[in-house]
């Protein structure tokens, strides 16, 4: 049986393989439109960042109504004031985000920098206290992550124009080399011949 399963997962991983060559050309152009549009919103920093805190803010509308209707569609159960209350508030919350982006954005960054501090210190300390394999590179993290924290906090609130547009504009483009990297890569596997 395990034999069976690993031909079975052999195969299925051979099919998706195939399918990815085949739309090598179309993984490669969305990997580079994604690069190029991260590079712009690297680029136009509080633009992104105010587009982003736009598109969470609607998005957390949108969530917010479809749970209160939800609620209603199912009102005979015990989550109806459950589903309600969280939608109300997930419409409350959205609308205030696309009301006021960059006081949003000035919250958002400043919850940044604390889990940035926050998480760099406990790299740090894990790594200098369990010297685990590969503890440098931890300790490496935490402390870009540390510095990172600081020096977010210490240009807040002025850092919360730039910085989530930069940090999703980073994002993109890392997510778009990843893409452009996979499409090279499955389009120079050969073809998979059925036996």
């Known amino acids: ?107 958002f960054t400043i919850v940044l920098a604390a889990a940035f501090l926050v998480g760099g210190l406990f790299r740090i300390v894990s790594a200098l206290v369990d010297r685990f394999p590969g503890w440098g590179w931890v300790l490496l993290n935490g402390v870009v992550t540390l510095v990172l924290g600081v020096m977010i906090w210490r240009d807040w609130p002025d850092s919360a124009l730039w910085v989530i547009g930069l940090f999703v504009g980073i994002d993109m483009v890392f997510a778009g080399w990843s893409w452009i990297m996979m499409a090279l890569a499955v389009h120079s596997m050969p073809a998979h011949t059925s036996q």
Not at 14 to 40: D, N, Y
């Open 1 to 107: 049986m395990s034999t069976l399963t690993q031909s079975h997962l052999s195969n299925v991983l051979a099919h998706e393989l195939e399918g990815l060559r085949k739309a090598w050309g179309w993984l490669l152009v969305l990997g580079i439109l994604l690069t190029i549009v991260g590079f712009m919103a690297i680029g136009s920093a509080f633009v992104a960042t105010l587009t982003t805190v736009i598109v969470i803010g609607v998005l957390l509308m949108v969530g917010g109504v479809v749970d209160i209707l939800s609620a209603f569609w199912a009102h005979c159960w015990r989550g109806f004031w459950l589903h309600l209350l969280a939608g109300i508030l997930y419409a409350v919350l959205g609308f205030l985000l696309v009301q006021r982006p960059v006081a949003a954005a000035a919250g």
